[in-house]
């Protein structure tokens, strides 16, 4: 039952993300904020499947237990994916409240998906041992969360500045995507069901992408340019 249901889940949500960030691409027509939250969930979709896809073909085969190598680099390859994802997300909000200053902003952005970057590329992390050390876990996770906490912050405070009605939710998706995957971080190798986080998670993730789909359909907000 697990098995079928992980596999639907995790192919409609493949399919969804990738298939609306390719036509966001397509139809972005010349607005840079829309083509490139396209690109963002192309990246997160694609990203996402190296994990995925090996996890679905384990379920439904020999197990978990057999798929540990492909699957540890699934989640290292999705863990740098997902960090794009943010830093792609940064420019859509330069874009959108159209920011032209703040390079120290940008940089902090920078140096924390990159410092993010270098830790996932860390032997250290075991990515495709059975057991993998909680402790890098949580390192790799920390410059993570303060990129998730200042695209919250700029989110809320610039969609309520600028009456952003499309992107007003925006904050509180990646609020929810941050905290069902924190607490998986820490505890799921300690209590199992934890995991299940990993589903309101992808639905935050897909409510993003569906909020920048649906803003560029209807051509909604103040800052449509």
């Not at 540890?72 to 940064?90: A, D, E, P, Q, R």
């Amino acid at each position: 039952m697990q098995a079928a249901f992980e596999t639907v889940f995790d192919i409609v949500y493949l399919i969804t993300v990738v298939s609306l960030g390719i036509v966001m691409i397509v139809q972005s027509k010349g607005r840079k904020q829309y083509f490139l939250y396209g690109l963002m969930a192309v990246v997160l979709g694609c990203g996402d499947a190296f994990h995925l896809v090996p996890r679905a073909i384990a379920l439904c085969t020999t197990g978990l237990v057999n798929y540990t190598v492909p699957l540890g680099i699934g989640k290292m390859i999705t863990s740098i994916t997902m960090t794009i994802f943010y830093v792609l997300l940064y420019y859509v909000w330069r874009i959108r409240y159209h920011v032209s200053e703040k390079q120290g902003l940008t940089a902090s952005v920078w140096a924390m998906a990159l410092l993010r970057i270098v830790l996932c590329l860390m032997p250290q992390n075991e990515w495709t041992s059975p057991v993998e050390p909680l402790a890098w876990g949580i390192y790799r996770n920390i410059p993570f969360l303060i990129l998730g906490i200042l695209l919250i912050v700029l989110f809320y405070r610039s969609a309520k500045e600028a009456h952003d009605k499309p992107f007003r939710s925006l904050w509180l998706a990646i609020v929810i995507s941050f905290a069902c995957y924190i607490p998986v971080v820490l505890f799921a190798q300690a209590v199992p069901a934890t995991g299940m986080l990993m589903i309101p998670k992808t639905c935050a993730y897909v409510w993003i992408v569906v909020m920048g789909y649906d803003a560029m359909k209807k051509g909604r907000g103040p800052l449509e340019k």
